[in-house]
């Protein structure tokens, strides 16, 4: 693959909650235009290294640079004006609207004198839109289905109108027609606007299929990274996740496609050479 | 809650603002109500004045009696009700919506608690007692109830704030901790009563429960002040807690600074909160209960700021009404507040059970 340019990039990012470093010597450039997945077994550092980058966090050492810039140097309104983040568990109060919501993004582009001009209201209408939340605009958030619901934290994400869109697990506690719907979105933000996208998923085949470019991560470090068809081996599998799995190619779209036979380890030897394990964790393990 | 919340766009030049219609119509009905309440409570007491020579008088009429009744003994008392309610109001929509948590207000966090430790402690020393006797005296001793109120309320904050921060605040976790500080800052009061010589605990519990009787311009005028600057300070604020509302990680995404904003909205309220009980002690719930009940009249998601500060003026002002009109017996406006906000605060709680285990 060429070098595409980068505007946000880590290099030897280190970062720990105090005891250990959860993100160890990191150095990652997010590619403009594209869509990055992070992927990587609970608890390896993906999502404490997209809020580092992202400043949610300082890192204990090592930089992140946006648009040429130390981060830490640029003022945090100024920030969300270039680079916007959905946080993996964010909190909508009772009662509000999906109109609000969405205009709550618009919060680092306003002044107190300046609460409401009409690009703000078209470009929170355009998210709506966008995001096929239109018809919802003056439903309460608490409402919605999950998916819906999704697609409005995306909405007022977007109504941040930044080219640099991080979203920490965006489906996680959809079912997988939401989280097809979420990822069909991200797919048109990247394709029908340019956004580059970096999102944190957990599961492997959504990933393969939605990414230009897929980062590893195990223990705080990226062990591989690269397209879905240069990542997704079985011994990456095997040594990342501890997953036994084989890959097929998808019929349509030649993309990888993952499919467990059993959870490397957790399977004494001697049930897998007897054919077809009773309740065998895999399916589990994927998701 | 409803979802018929419109809004519609207020744009002035460059500058504009989003103007929530349903909020605007119940703020200016509460602010009509407030202005009868204090009209009759000028009107009414002992020595009756029809409404239209209240006004009369208000308007620079009025013959030297009515002048003398209206203006020196019931306009200060009336003022000091609509700016405590205010103050407190508006303290406890800022607390709540920080902490993300209906209970979150400074009467239960026990930064009232502190405010009256403090308030306590300068009355009981001022007051020639067993100890500290004659230390802080004449002039002093009438500025130092609201410093000792506020720098009380202000330490009580800080402790809260550092024994709850755990890379960021719980809102859970804020208030048991709040709760227990309450608890300890009210066994120091207890002690302060008990040590002190019968006449200054005597006049110190009359002001613990909360009384507007017999307020001046001199306990109006540290409200006025403090309201001045703290009332445009929370309203700059508005913007941030919007953001703040969804989360830490999220409003920090959006920009705001969020260690700046939580500090300066804390001092706000403590500031708000410490006055207002410096001026009439601690008037039980008005913090808790108004911004609460101001969230459902004008149906929005978080406790309006200017909506809580009218409707916290018609809690007390009401109450100073009922005590000395209503009542045949003079009590206390504190206890008529903690009269509708006890029963509110259960009805909450056993509101918020029923929720999280359905």
Redesign the interface.
């Given at each position: 693959m060429s070098t595409p340019t980068s505007r946000l990039q880590a290099s030897r990012l280190t970062v720990g909650?105090g005891g250990a470093p959860v993100v160890r010597d990191l150095d990652l450039a997010i590619p403009d235009g594209q869509v990055t997945t992070v992927i990587g077994p609970n608890g390896c550092g993906k999502s404490t290294m997209l809020?580092t980058m992202?400043?949610?966090l300082t890192p204990s050492s090592g930089t992140v640079v946006l648009d040429g810039e130390p981060i830490t140097s640029i003022p945090?309104?100024?920030?969300?004006?270039r680079l916007?983040?959905?946080?993996?568990?964010?909190?909508?109060?009772?009662?509000?609207?999906v109109r609000?919501?969405v205009?709550?993004?618009r919060?680092?582009h306003?002044r107190?004198?300046?609460?409401?001009?009409?690009e703000?209201?078209r470009i929170v209408a355009a998210a709506l839109e966008m995001t096929d939340v239109a018809d919802l605009a003056?439903?309460?958030l608490d409402?919605l289905s999950g998916g819906q619901r999704q697609r409005a934290w995306i909405a007022m994400t977007l109504a941040?109108d930044t080219d640099l869109m991080l979203l920490d697990e965006p489906t996680t506690f959809l079912d997988l027609a939401h989280q097809v719907e979420v990822l069909d979105l991200v797919a048109r933000l990247n394709r029908e606007r340019g956004r580059t996208v970096a999102l944190v998923l957990h599961d492997l085949n959504l990933a393969a299929r939605y990414s230009d470019l897929i980062v590893v991560m195990k223990d705080g470090v990226i062990v591989e990274r690269g397209t879905p068809a240069e990542v997704f081996t079985t011994t990456m599998l095997r040594s990342v996740f501890g997953l036994e799995a084989d890959i097929l190619a998808d019929p349509r779209t030649g993309l990888p496609i993952v499919v467990p036979t059993s959870c490397a380890g957790s399977v004494p030897q001697s049930l897998t050479t007897g054919g077809t394990v009773p309740g065998s964790p895999s399916t589990a393990a994927a998701s | 809650m409803a979802s018929t919340t419109l809004s519609a766009p207020l744009r002035l030049g460059a500058a504009s603002w989003l103007v929530p219609l349903r909020a605007v119509g119940a703020t200016s009905v509460g602010f009509g109500v407030l202005c009868v309440l204090a009209v009759l409570d000028l009107a009414l007491g002992d020595f009756e004045i029809p409404v239209a020579d209240v006004l009369r008088t208000l308007a620079g009429g009025g013959d030297a009696g009515q002048q003398f009744i209206v203006m020196e003994l019931r306009l200060p008392q009336t003022l000091v009700a609509v700016l405590v309610g205010a103050a407190l109001g508006l303290a406890g929509a800022l607390t709540q919506t920080f902490a993300r948590n209906p209970l979150a207000s400074p009467d239960i966090l026990g930064v009232t608690e502190g405010a009256a430790v403090g308030a306590v402690a300068a009355i009981v020393m001022s007051g020639a007692s067993g100890y500290g006797g004659g230390l802080v005296s004449g002039s002093l001793a009438s500025m130092g109830v609201p410093v000792a109120a506020f720098l009380g309320g202000l330490l009580t904050a800080t402790v809260l704030y550092v024994l709850s921060w755990r890379r960021g605040i719980d809102d859970r976790r804020l208030i048991l901790i709040g709760i227990g500080l309450s608890a300890s800052l009210a066994a120091v009061t207890s002690w302060l009563l008990v040590r002190a010589r019968i006449e200054d605990a005597a006049s110190a519990q009359v002001w613990l429960n909360g009384s507007l009787n017999a307020r001046g311009w001199e306990h109006a005028t540290p409200l006025m002040w403090t309201l001045a600057v703290l009332v445009p300070v929370s309203l700059l604020l508005v913007r941030h807690l919007n953001a703040l509302q969804l989360g830490d990680d999220a409003a920090r995404a959006l920009g705001v600074r969020l260690q700046t904003t939580q500090l300066l909205v804390l001092v706000a309220a403590v500031g708000l909160a410490s006055v207002a009980v410096a001026a009439v002690g601690p008037l039980a719930f008005v913090a808790f209960v108004v911004p609460q009940i101001a969230l459902r009249l004008t149906g929005g998601s978080r406790p309006p700021m200017l909506a809580s500060m009218v409707f916290g003026g018609c809690l007390v002002v009401g109450a100073d009404l009922v005590t000395r009109v209503l009542l045949p017996f003079a009590i206390p406006a504190g206890l008529v507040t903690s009269a509708i906000g006890a029963p509110y605060l259960i009805w909450l709680l056993v509101r918020t059970n029923r929720k999280a285990s359905a």
């Amino acid at each position: 693959m060429s070098t595409p340019t980068s505007r946000l990039q880590a290099s030897r990012l280190t970062v720990g909650y105090g005891g250990a470093p959860v993100v160890r010597d990191l150095d990652l450039a997010i590619p403009d235009g594209q869509v990055t997945t992070v992927i990587g077994p609970n608890g390896c550092g993906k999502s404490t290294m997209l809020r580092t980058m992202a400043r949610l966090l300082t890192p204990s050492s090592g930089t992140v640079v946006l648009d040429g810039e130390p981060i830490t140097s640029i003022p945090t309104r100024e920030i969300a004006t270039r680079l916007a983040l959905l946080p993996q568990s964010p909190i909508a109060p009772d009662g509000l609207l999906v109109r609000d919501l969405v205009g709550r993004g618009r919060h680092p582009h306003q002044r107190w004198f300046r609460q409401w001009s009409r690009e703000d209201e078209r470009i929170v209408a355009a998210a709506l839109e966008m995001t096929d939340v239109a018809d919802l605009a003056d439903r309460p958030l608490d409402q919605l289905s999950g998916g819906q619901r999704q697609r409005a934290w995306i909405a007022m994400t977007l109504a941040q109108d930044t080219d640099l869109m991080l979203l920490d697990e965006p489906t996680t506690f959809l079912d997988l027609a939401h989280q097809v719907e979420v990822l069909d979105l991200v797919a048109r933000l990247n394709r029908e606007r340019g956004r580059t996208v970096a999102l944190v998923l957990h599961d492997l085949n959504l990933a393969a299929r939605y990414s230009d470019l897929i980062v590893v991560m195990k223990d705080g470090v990226i062990v591989e990274r690269g397209t879905p068809a240069e990542v997704f081996t079985t011994t990456m599998l095997r040594s990342v996740f501890g997953l036994e799995a084989d890959i097929l190619a998808d019929p349509r779209t030649g993309l990888p496609i993952v499919v467990p036979t059993s959870c490397a380890g957790s399977v004494p030897q001697s049930l897998t050479t007897g054919g077809t394990v009773p309740g065998s964790p895999s399916t589990a393990a994927a998701s | 809650m409803a979802s018929t919340t419109l809004s519609a766009p207020l744009r002035l030049g460059a500058a504009s603002w989003l103007v929530p219609l349903r909020a605007v119509g119940a703020t200016s009905v509460g602010f009509g109500v407030l202005c009868v309440l204090a009209v009759l409570d000028l009107a009414l007491g002992d020595f009756e004045i029809p409404v239209a020579d209240v006004l009369r008088t208000l308007a620079g009429g009025g013959d030297a009696g009515q002048q003398f009744i209206v203006m020196e003994l019931r306009l200060p008392q009336t003022l000091v009700a609509v700016l405590v309610g205010a103050a407190l109001g508006l303290a406890g929509a800022l607390t709540q919506t920080f902490a993300r948590n209906p209970l979150a207000s400074p009467d239960i966090l026990g930064v009232t608690e502190g405010a009256a430790v403090g308030a306590v402690a300068a009355i009981v020393m001022s007051g020639a007692s067993g100890y500290g006797g004659g230390l802080v005296s004449g002039s002093l001793a009438s500025m130092g109830v609201p410093v000792a109120a506020f720098l009380g309320g202000l330490l009580t904050a800080t402790v809260l704030y550092v024994l709850s921060w755990r890379r960021g605040i719980d809102d859970r976790r804020l208030i048991l901790i709040g709760i227990g500080l309450s608890a300890s800052l009210a066994a120091v009061t207890s002690w302060l009563l008990v040590r002190a010589r019968i006449e200054d605990a005597a006049s110190a519990q009359v002001w613990l429960n909360g009384s507007l009787n017999a307020r001046g311009w001199e306990h109006a005028t540290p409200l006025m002040w403090t309201l001045a600057v703290l009332v445009p300070v929370s309203l700059l604020l508005v913007r941030h807690l919007n953001a703040l509302q969804l989360g830490d990680d999220a409003a920090r995404a959006l920009g705001v600074r969020l260690q700046t904003t939580q500090l300066l909205v804390l001092v706000a309220a403590v500031g708000l909160a410490s006055v207002a009980v410096a001026a009439v002690g601690p008037l039980a719930f008005v913090a808790f209960v108004v911004p609460q009940i101001a969230l459902r009249l004008t149906g929005g998601s978080r406790p309006p700021m200017l909506a809580s500060m009218v409707f916290g003026g018609c809690l007390v002002v009401g109450a100073d009404l009922v005590t000395r009109v209503l009542l045949p017996f003079a009590i206390p406006a504190g206890l008529v507040t903690s009269a509708i906000g006890a029963p509110y605060l259960i009805w909450l709680l056993v509101r918020t059970n029923r929720k999280a285990s359905a």
